[in-house]
Structure formats: structure tokens, C-alpha cells
């Protein structure tokens, strides 16, 4: 079982919905990451969060740590949000060079 | 302001022949990484290093070396490439290793034939 679970694997949705992107994990953590790879390949950091919740433009990340779980949440969907969006969490004392990732979630917004 | 710099974008390499991976970052970032990228899997991190001068193995070292050049360069040696190595590699930095963003390079495709 992968230390860190995402889900849906795909998703696809039209224009102007509210998405929801799901990260599970099994271990204790400090930081949960969430990234976005652009359909080019580069990647993004978005969020990094260990407690609560951030907010960035349409984009909103919460983290519950006692349910080992974090949602990315994405308002009035774009064409442009179309990435694969990544988890990844460092355990408790440890450094960034421990990161865990997710194998990602790819999400398709149509116009 | 560049951010990480990796080079090549793409490169196709037969079995047995060698090639170094540059990456340079210009953010004064302490920490530097490999990572590769498969299908079907998450990112993979080959080598790191904390700091300049120290380099350390991450989870999948075998059939790479690094050298970490000065505090902006690090570089990725593939010695004698093999077919299990074609993958997208990218390099990424940090401030520090405990709690700080990582920023990656735009990847390199490589096809080992």
C-alpha cells in the first residue's frame, strides 16, 4: 500500500465547477505539499501546509491531521486548471529529502 | 529572475553511453534534489544534497552519480546508460530542507535505447 493515496486517479469536469481533489496518507507528518504539473511537464509548488487550511486566487488546501487526509479545492473551474495535481508529505522530523508523492490526479476541465 | 535551470530538455542515449545532466538554480537555495519521474509512479528522488559539498543517496541511486559543483550547480551522471533509465528527470531546490517550497526545473525527457 502506498504511503500516500490520492484520488480520483481522473477527473474530468466542465468549466465553472468546484473540484475536489482528495490526499490520504498512512504516516505521521509536518508538511503536506501539493503541486501542479502543467500538461508541458514543469512543476508548480502550490501549497505547503501543516495545519488548517490556505487559500490562493480560486484555490483552496485544508488538512485534517488527525485523519491523515488533505482536500485541494479549485473554484469556478478553468480550462487552464487542466494539470495533474500532486501530494506529497514529509514525516515528523524529517527533511524535504524524505518527500513521499503521490502518483497524482489528472484533471481535464472542459470548456 | 530563472528560478532552476536544467539542461538538456530532450535527450536520446544508447545503451552503455554516458551524459551529465546540468542544473543551476540562482535563488541562494541551500537544498538541491534529482527526482524521475515514471509513468504510473510518483516522483522518485535519486540524490540530494542539504548543502554544498555534501551530496546523499535517495531512494533509487543505482547507476548515477552527482556532483554538487558550487551552491547553484548540481549535476546528474548517468555513466553507462541503461534502457531502465529512460525516464523524465527533474531537479528541484529549496531554501532548507525542513519546511520550504521546493522549485523544480522544467525536466529532462531521456530515451535510452
Known amino acids: 500500500k502506498n504511503e500516500v493515496e490520492q484520488s480520483p486517479q481522473n477527473l474530468t469536469a466542465q468549466e465553472g465547477e468546484f473540484i475536489t481533489i482528495n490526499c490520504s496518507y498512512s504516516?505521521?507528518?509536518?508538511?503536506l505539499h501539493w503541486l501542479q504539473q502543467h500538461p508541458g511537464g514543469g512543476i508548480v509548488s502550490l501549497f505547503m501546509l501543516s495545519s488548517g487550511k490556505k487559500k490562493h486566487g480560486r484555490l483552496i488546501a485544508t488538512i485534517n491531521i488527525q485523519e491523515k487526509h488533505s482536500s485541494l479545492h479549485i473554484t469556478a473551474s478553468h480550462p487552464r486548471d487542466s494539470a495533474v495535481y500532486i501530494c506529497a508529505v514529509i514525516g515528523v522530523d524529517q527533511g524535504a529529502q524524505k518527500l513521499v508523492f503521490g502518483q497524482g490526479t489528472r484533471l481535464t476541465i472542459n470548456p | 529572475n530563472a528560478g532552476v535551470t536544467q539542461t538538456p530538455k530532450f535527450q536520446v542515449l544508447k545503451t552503455g553511453q554516458s551524459m551529465t545532466l546540468q542544473c543551476a538554480q540562482d535563488?541562494?537555495?541551500?537544498?538541491m534534489y534529482w527526482y524521475r519521474q515514471d509513468p504510473g509512479m510518483g516522483l522518485r528522488l535519486i540524490y540530494y544534497s542539504a548543502s554544498e559539498g555534501t551530496t546523499d543517496k535517495g531512494e533509487v541511486p543505482n547507476g548515477y552519480n552527482v556532483s554538487r559543483l558550487n551552491k547553484r550547480e548540481f549535476s546528474l551522471r548517468l555513466e553507462s546508460a541503461a534502457p531502465s533509465q529512460t525516464s523524465v528527470y527533474f531537479c528541484a531546490s529549496s531554501s532548507g530542507p525542513y519546511f520550504s517550497p521546493l522549485h523544480f526545473g522544467n525536466g529532462t525527457r531521456l530515451t535510452v535505447t
Open positions: 504516516v505521521g507528518i509536518s508538511a
Open positions: 535563488m541562494n537555495h541551500n537544498s
